[in-house]
């Protein structure tokens, strides 16, 4: 079942409903264009839709289901009065009912889109007893507690908004507030809560309206937020910069950690303990991860290495794909996870990159450089075109368009690049940057060398 709603009491009530019903759930994106959508759609072919009256989800869930192949979409709409409902149920009222046809166990029970090095988004799918993995991991690590409320400003489509922040609060009986990111409105409602998870990009911004609002309000922030007990970061590297003037600002050390859509949550800071700016900690309880040399080998400490997991949260597959799914596995069973990293003397894991250029991450989203390559090409003024992440201190990569003109005379703008890709892409996936070049640097086989270009 899609689910096209955005965050809030109808989102959890449909999620809910799903799962007692026994289906799978498919959040999707209002921020996503038709042609991206109908490709989820077409990959999940949920047998049904829920979208909120909204215009903006309206439209675009009209769009995509006219242009996927005629298959029937219902329309249930929920009531924005549900707003009013609590989110979380009463402790004790919490198991009634019959759980008769739900799921559960190795039974699917989501499935998200995320980017590969092959284009277009894949169907991760996660069950049950993966995600309920991932929940009783960090209950634990984490200390989530009955009377925690949680300030949850992340989209729900994706593992971090979902299962980490949402499921997580939840999974304790706790209490979410949602409120769609804001720098301003977030240090406000930071007062009230005890527990925020953001991505980088958000503290980046938290911080950008500390130094630039008054001291008063300044200080009444400050003194909000000293009383939150948890404040997490991840999908991206936390800059030590960031973590430190957010220390200053606030007395707060930010709990870094680390996942992946097919793994879970794989590594964290520590709760109690040193918490290492430039690092992301060491093994959650129940998962591997081992460092792997370029000849497969263990790394030493020291030595850098692509992580390796083995882990009770790890997906079902990519959706209609078993040869992929079958591919992210070494011999030893082990998911590739293609990101590099280091394992200091003292257990602790610091990330270095990712193995594959052709992955970028702005703003906590993963983004494929050939998806926006494939758009890109269609512009009927571009002869060649690649795209790479050049650092960025707010968005961590910064889509970069490497583009040769059919002619010099032709050479499109930023602009007009933004305005064609527009149609496909999602906001987040369009170039923020271009490089008009005379040719792209190629090796002997033809292959763009990207290191070359960043
Ligand atoms: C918004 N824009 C972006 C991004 N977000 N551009 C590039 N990268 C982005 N991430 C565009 C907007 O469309 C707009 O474009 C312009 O930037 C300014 O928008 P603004 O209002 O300033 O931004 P925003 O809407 O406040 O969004 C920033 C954000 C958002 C809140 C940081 O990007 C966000 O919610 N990110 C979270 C992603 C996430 O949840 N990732 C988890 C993946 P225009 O000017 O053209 O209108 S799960 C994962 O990674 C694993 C499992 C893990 O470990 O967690
Ligand atoms: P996704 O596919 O959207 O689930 O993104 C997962 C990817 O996000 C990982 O493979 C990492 O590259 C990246 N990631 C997640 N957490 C961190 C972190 N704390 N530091 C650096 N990269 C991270």
Redo the contacts with the bound molecule.
């Keep these: 079942m899609g689910l096209l709603l955005s965050p809030g009491p109808s989102f959890v009530t449909a999620l809910w409903a799903v799962w007692r019903a026994g289906g799978v759930a498919v959040p999707l994106s209002a921020t996503h264009t038709a042609p991206e959508l109908t490709h989820a759609l077409r990959t999940a072919a949920p047998e049904a839709t829920v979208v909120e009256r909204d215009p903006g989800a309206e439209t675009i869930a009209a769009a995509a289901c006219g242009a996927w192949l005629g298959r029937r979409i219902d329309f249930t709409v929920f009531s924005r009065a549900a707003a009013a409902a609590p989110t979380a149920p009463d402790g004790d009222d919490a198991g009634d009912g019959d759980p008769g046809a739900a799921n559960a166990g190795d039974d699917p029970a989501v499935m998200l889109f995320t980017s590969g090095t092959t284009g277009k988004p894949k169907g991760v799918v996660l069950s049950h007893a993966g995600v309920e993995a991932t929940l009783n991991a960090l209950h634990e690590a984490w200390r989530w507690q009955k009377d925690d409320r949680l300030l949850h400003a ?2 729900l489509y ?4 979902l299962i ?1 922040a949402l499921l997580g609060a939840l999974w304790a009986g706790a209490s979410i507030r949602f409120a769609a ?1 804001d720098a301003p409105a977030t240090w406000d409602l930071l007062a009230e809560a005890s527990v925020f998870m953001a ?1 980088p ?2 503290y980046v911004r938290l911080l950008e309206a500390f130094s630039t609002t008054t001291q008063e309000r300044r200080a009444g922030w400050a003194a909000g937020a000293r009383g939150v007990r948890l404040f997490t970061s ?2 991206a590297a936390l800059p030590a910069t960031i973590l430190a003037a957010f220390a200053e600002a606030t007395g707060q050390t930010i709990l870094e950690r ?4 097919e793994i879970g949550m794989a590594l964290s800071n520590p709760y109690d303990g040193p918490r290492i700016a430039g690092s992301v900690g060491t093994p959650l309880p129940g998962v591997q991860v081992d460092i792997v040399d370029d000849s497969g080998h263990p790394a030493v400490d020291g030595q850098a290495g692509e992580l390796r997991v083995r882990s009770p949260q790890l997906f079902v597959g990519y959706h209609g794909d078993p040869t992929g799914t079958a591919a992210s596995y070494d011999d030893a069973g082990r998911f590739r996870t293609g990101d590099t990293g280091v394992r200091s003397t003292d257990g602790y894991i610091r990330l270095l990159g990712r193995t594959s250029v052709d992955i970028l991450k ?5 983004l494929s450089a050939l998806e926006i390559e494939d758009i890109l090409r269609g512009h009927p003024a571009i002869a060649d075109v690649a795209v790479i992440g050049v650092p960025d201190p707010v ?1 961590g990569d910064c889509v970069t368009a490497c583009v040769v003109p059919r002619s010099d005379a032709d050479a499109p703008t930023l602009d007009d690049l933004r305005a064609f890709a527009r149609e496909a892409l999602a ?2 996936k ?1 170039p923020r940057a271009l490089r008009v070049l005379a040719a792209l640097p190629r090796n002997a086989m033809g292959k763009v060398q990207k290191s070359l270009l960043k």
């Design positions: 992340l989209p994706h593992t971090h908004g980490v990111f991505v990009t958000m991840g999908s680390y996942g992946m859509t702005s703003g906590g989203y993963k968005w906001p987040y369009l």
